[in-house]
């Protein structure tokens, strides 16, 4: 039996805001609760509201810049910088700038709509 799984068709989450999220395991994918891995493309202008997520998020940053407030801290990453934000953190995502920011996240444990607790 083996024990390693490569994935050859993660999930593709709809949105309406013209990000691009492809699950390559977690909930959504393969059940994991444990854990999340997602290729995300976050175009220019983009921007989610305000959350305080039950969960660790890790991102790394592949191209372009990403914009994050953490309880009114604005921090800027650049390409081949990364990030650690604690779970119950004030956090707002936002791609705020003209090119189109490319990025790995990571959630411990696995992301869900039902931890993310989004400002609406």
């Not at 372009?64 to 956090?91: A, C, P, R, W």
């Amino acid at each position: 039996m083996r024990k390693y799984t490569v994935q050859h068709s993660p999930f593709i989450v709809p949105t309406a805001d013209g990000k691009v999220i492809k699950e390559h395991f977690g909930l959504a994918t393969d059940g994991n609760t444990d854990i999340s891995i997602a290729h995300m493309i976050a175009p220019p202008g983009w921007s989610e509201p305000f959350q305080t997520p039950e969960f660790d998020e890790y991102t790394f940053i592949i191209r372009g810049k990403k914009q994050f407030i953490i309880e009114g801290e604005t921090v800027i990453l650049t390409e081949g910088q990364s990030i650690k934000i604690e779970k119950n953190t004030k956090v707002q995502y936002s791609n705020p700038f003209t090119n189109v920011c490319e990025y790995i996240a990571i959630c411990k444990p696995a992301f869900s709509m039902e931890l993310v607790n989004r400002d609406e």
